[in-house]
């Protein structure tokens, strides 16, 4: 009957097993583990393809040993070749020490050990480093006490017996183990580097969102159709807190110019106002500077969203307050520029300052959208002009009226509330800064809009 070979995965044991039960499984007559019975693995049949080399240039080909005499074609010169017969292999000589001994064989299939079984089974040897030449020796235990010779330098060698090493102590047993502690400023930095990235991350995520969303179809007036679908929950975070910054700001203000005026009072009084007034004035600035420059990244963003047809905005202000230098520079600069039309003009105006700071203003606004739509245009903060922007609001030109009579609805009303602020006093700050915020990003949104109908 033939049979087949097989194996015990648990225990290692080798046997036979009758060819009819390949694909059952059967127990292990040493451990009682089930033993699959496989098929034996197939030989494959020899090769008749016969290896030819081109007699010009040298390209190896193949061809069937049925047409050995013929002519095989090369296909890289187009040479015709011989197709000899296939030289017998020699066998390679069988050295003598196998036949005179049998120290040397090779194990079968069916009786090779497993590899922890011919590590253990391998003698023991102990490692002695000579004490002259620092050569690494090795002798057995029996040897252990007696002398060995050096095979490099001749010096003796004592063997002396293994030393035992002993176990490493548990961390909390170890009698100079002391616990590093990491310092709570390290930890700090650590916390705030760790939100830093988190907060890259879920930029970048927003970004390629936003990269991933399809701009809706233009509407026939996009300055009156889906202006205020930005304002959602996010924007309205967003605006809580530019009103809360802008009216600490002005209301600080107010106050600090109220002390520094000095009306009324003895001449000690007047020196305490005019020192709190002072200290007052100093927050007010910073506290102002990180407004405007809060507040410049997110016209900015609201500009360059809008002007792609966004419905919503997807990104987000860096909570950085350094990396908003950029933005802050690009808007002070677009309006400084807005202003030098208007101030050009005002000389040629009679000598009457709320004459010539109209004029002023009228040119800023006029020149204000061109510049900060150039700028977008070329992602630059100092490319102030392009001729393009104002051809484009010449072709547009309905849409561009139209903005430009809601900026001046805007601009009126901003000019109400300075003028109920002075009029007033500080408290009138409290709903001036939602208003002026309010104001800030339409104006941002309905100038993005224009610059989205300018691009068609």
């Known amino acids: 009957m033939p049979t087949v070979p097989v194996r015990c995965l648990a225990c290692g044991a080798r046997g036979q097993a009758p060819a009819s039960m390949v694909g059952q499984s059967a127990p292990c007559p040493k451990c009682g583990g089930q033993i699959s019975v496989t098929p034996p693995p197939r030989r494959l049949a020899p090769s008749t393809q016969i290896g030819v080399n081109c007699r010009l240039c040298d390209t190896r080909m193949y061809a069937d040993a049925r047409h050995v005499g013929r002519k095989i074609k090369c296909p890289d010169c187009g040479t015709l070749t011989v197709i000899q017969p296939p030289k017998p292999v020699a066998k390679p000589a069988r050295p003598a020490a196998l036949d005179a001994t049998d120290g040397y064989q090779v194990w079968t299939e069916e009786r090779q050990p497993w590899a922890a079984e011919l590590v253990a089974a391998q003698p023991k040897r102990l490692a002695v480093v000579c004490t002259s030449c620092q050569s690494l020796l090795y002798a057995t235990p029996e040897q252990v006490g007696q002398e060995l010779v050096c095979g490099d330098c001749g010096v003796s060698n004592l063997v002396r017996p293994p030393v035992a090493k002993p176990l490493a102590p548990a961390p909390d047993e170890g009698p100079d183990f002391e616990l590093e502690v990491e310092d709570a400023h390290d930890q700090a930095e650590q916390r705030r580097l760790a939100e830093q990235y988190l907060a890259e991350g879920a930029q970048r995520v927003a970004v390629e969102k936003h990269a991933s969303v399809v701009c809706p179809p233009m509407p026939r007036q996009p300055l009156l159709t889906g202006v205020f679908s930005f304002f959602n929950r ?190 007033l006093g500080p408290l009138v700050a409290i709903p001036l800064g939602p208003l002026l915020a309010w104001l800030a990003l339409v104006y941002a949104r309905l100038l993005g809009r224009l610059g989205w109908r300018l691009a068609e």
């Open 234 to 423: 996010a924007m309205f975070v967003r605006w809580v807190a530019l009103s809360t910054s802008l009216a600490v700001t002005l209301g600080l203000g107010a106050v600090a110019v109220v002390l520094l005026d000095g009306v009324g009072g003895g001449e000690v009084e007047i020196a305490a106002n005019a020192v709190f007034g002072v200290c007052l004035g100093v927050g007010v600035v910073m506290i102002g500077a990180l407004t405007l420059g809060y507040l410049c990244c997110l016209l900015l963003m609201i500009v360059a969203e809008s002007s792609e047809g966004n419905r919503e905005l997807y990104g987000a202000v860096s909570p950085n307050p350094p990396e908003w230098l950029g933005e802050t520079v690009c808007v002070v600069t677009a309006c400084l520029a807005a202003g030098i039309p208007g101030a050009l003009a005002s000389l040629a105006c009679p000598d009457d300052p709320i004459v010539r700071t109209a004029v002023v203003l009228i040119g800023a606004a006029l020149a204000l959208p061109v510049i900060v739509l150039s700028q977008l245009a070329a992602s630059s903060a100092w490319a102030l002009f392009l001729p393009s922007i104002p051809r484009a609001m010449a072709a547009h030109a309905v849409t561009t009226l139209l903005f430009y009579l809601q900026s001046l609805l805007i601009g009126a009303a901003a000019a109400g509330g300075f003028a109920a602020l002075i009029a």
